[in-house]
């Protein structure tokens, strides 16, 4: 395994790491789960490792927000498509449900 391999893979457990994180501290403390979103997007473009697929859609791509499905985020789904609306600032995306 290459030291580029090594990083990437140690930024991915990171990431999961940090959104885990972020989930727990939802309830109680919003502003920490934000910026544990922000600190997983940082490190995620420092070491070139790419967010998973199922985090992207934990997260508002416009204000940072650690999404929770019914409390912060409206969730529709549309047959293969699921559309995304943040609470906090209104942009809405759409991501693939694979």
């Known amino acids: 395994m290459t030291s580029k391999n090594k990083r990437s893979a140690i930024a991915l ?4 790491r940090l959104f885990e994180l972020a989930g727990q501290e939802f ?3 919003p502003d920490r789960s934000k910026r544990y ?7 995620s473009s420092r070491n070139k490792a790419p ?3 199922e985090l992207k859609k934990r997260f508002c791509k416009k204000c940072g927000s650690f ?6 985020a409206e969730w529709k789904e549309a047959g293969e498509l699921v559309q995304i609306k943040c609470r906090e600032c209104g942009f809405a ?5 694979k």
Not at 67 to 72: A, D, E, F, M
Not at 93 to 97: I, L, R, T, V
């Open 51 to 53: 967010i998973p697929a």
């Open 13 to 16: 457990e990171r990431i999961y």
């Open 67 to 72: 999404l929770v499905k019914g409390k912060n």
């Open 37 to 43: 979103v922000e600190l997983a997007r940082k490190l």
């Open 93 to 97: 995306f759409k991501k693939g449900q």
């Open 27 to 29: 309830g109680a403390k």
